[in-house]
């Protein structure tokens, strides 16, 4: 069990800026757009919006009120159910910080965009068109022909890795009397420059048809497991559960404080934000489709292609303010992942070590950043891309959330059980959930993460080598997930002071 004196939120707004700031990142810009137009539009979002009050919301109230609860983070709360299920609380914990350990090269990917779009670096016009992917791969990833080619790290990625780790060391050593404030400032901002690039999107040329791809409706989609797949998983991943931060969240919460109006508010809120950066989004993918003469299929993409190859061709093509425009959403897109970056860290990886083994929280917080950083150093180079944001990210963002959320649910639901739960966080919640939320918790939640895992996932990997790498490349997603689960063992067998063992 984890001290009785623990560090609280300041205020509650602290603590709801936190938590947006923590589901809210790179995802919500460059990944559910793009999901939305490839499955069916407003079918998607129905199906979305099931995820979430389904998914989502009962997991966020079970993350937090287990948190809270137990006054800890996410392996103290599973010692606190028993210890044989210590182990289930770890493994979160290794799947946050592998994946902080990529996110943060990303974000450096990010800062060197911001320098890169004070001079438009990829190109103007048609030079900035044809131009943008030989930058992104070429000049700035330097990408290799596979994984098998890791060469070396790129300057330019280890200088901003190295900026990036500091700024999380800065807001996290001091914990939530940091967190708090910091989180509230950098959302405001987000929000802010995401509005800026919304209406300087819906005002371009072509945005309306673009955003009629955005919202045309297909229902018949509806029919399709991989709408129910997409929908799902994009659920799981942006809410930013199944990484452990949301226990140690939970846990700062004061005694009398809310927990199910909170869950609601994070959960909408983010899904909110996502909408809106839809709007940004296929307003500028409209704008290049009227001003390249092109289909859509050969603007909208997703992931890494959007942020980092279609904005800077719109950037390129923009009627004026260029420069200015760029600066504005490689910036925006900064400030989400480090929102989610500093919750990796020290709500998924600084906070379970401390209570643990009763570390001080600032060399907790120098370990965590600097072997982070050491790691990321891996990604920076010619084969980073393929081992950070594919291969490890298959392993631990995909398999490592969905398994270990599902596995969650049904230990919380059935040993806690739920109906303790659900007691537990009405007594101090503004309205009171129904006996709906244990079905959810023992039933529904972990059958739709494991649907995922076995229809998104084991279908198309086991038979196949993933993403057509060579097999031993694919193979280290298993590989990963394995020592993973060895470690998670190894730290629920050991016996510290941290819990008074």
């Known amino acids: 069990m984890a001290e009785l004196t623990r560090e609280r939120w300041g205020k509650r707004s602290y603590f709801i800026f936190a938590a947006l700031g923590s589901a809210i990142g790179l995802g919500n810009l460059w990944r559910f757009p793009y999901l939305s137009y490839a499955n069916g539009g407003g079918a998607f979002l129905v199906a979305w919006m099931v995820g979430l ?26 010692e606190g159910i028993g210890k044989k299920w210590e182990w289930i609380g770890w493994w979160p914990v290794w799947v946050a910080f592998l994946i902080t350990t990529y996110y943060t090269v990303v974000m450096a990917w990010t800062l060197r965009y911001m320098v890169a779009a004070g001079t438009v670096e990829w190109g103007m016009g048609a030079a900035g068109t044809e131009g943008a992917g030989d930058f992104f791969f070429g000049t700035v990833l330097g990408l290799s022909g596979g994984p098998g080619e890791i060469g070396a790290p790129l300057p330019a990625l280890l200088i901003g890795l190295v900026v990036v780790w500091v700024i999380i060391f800065l807001v996290v050593y001091k914990g939530t009397a940091v967190i708090g404030p910091v989180s ?23 945005a309306a048809q673009g955003l009629n791809f955005y919202l045309e409706t297909d229902w018949s989609k509806l029919a399709s497991g991989d709408v129910w797949f997409a929908a799902f998983s994009q659920i799981a991943f942006t809410l930013s559960l199944g990484m452990a931060g949301m226990f140690a969240y939970g846990s700062f919460i004061k005694s009398r404080g809310d927990v199910n109006n909170n869950a609601l508010i994070t959960g909408f809120g983010n899904c909110a934000t996502s909408f809106l950066a839809g709007f940004a989004v296929f307003s500028i993918v409209g704008f290049l489709m009227q001003s390249l003469s092109i289909g859509i299929e050969e603007v909208a993409s997703k992931s890494v292609g ?174 990963v997930l394995i020592v993973t689960l060895v470690f998670s063992f190894i730290m629920g067998k050991m016996k510290t002071k941290g819990r008074g063992d």
């Open 53 to 78: 009050l389904a998914i989502g919301i009962p997991w966020l109230i079970l993350e937090y009120g287990m948190g809270k609860y137990f006054n800890s983070s996410a392996p103290g709360v599973f």
């Open 306 to 479: 959007l942020a980092f190859i279609t904005w800077p061709v719109a950037i390129s093509m923009l009627p004026a303010g260029n420069a200015f425009f760029g600066i504005i959403f490689f910036l925006c897109l900064f400030l989400l992942g480090l929102s989610s970056a500093y919750f990796l860290a020290y709500g998924g990886v600084i906070s379970p070590l401390m209570d643990k083994f009763g570390w001080s929280r600032t060399k907790t917080a120098l370990g965590v950043c600097v072997i982070g950083f050491l790691i990321g150093i891996l990604f920076t180079t010619n084969g980073g891309l393929y081992w950070g944001a594919d291969i490890l990210d298959r392993a631990v963002a995909f398999y490592g959330l969905l398994i270990t959320g599902a596995l969650t649910c049904l230990v919380v639901g059935w040993g806690f059980p739920a109906s303790r739960l659900r007691e537990y966080v009405n007594g101090t919640s503004d309205f009171r959930i129904g006996p709906w939320f244990d079905v959810m918790v023992k039933f529904v939640v972990p059958a739709a993460l494991l649907f995922v895992v076995v229809y998104g996932g084991f279908m198309q990997d086991i038979p196949n080598s993933y993403s057509g790498y060579p097999r031993w490349a694919s193979n280290a997603i298993w590989g």
């Open 184 to 206: 509230k400032v950098v959302m405001i901002v987000a929000w802010t420059f995401l509005g800026i690039l919304v209406v300087r999107g819906v005002t371009l040329v072509g």
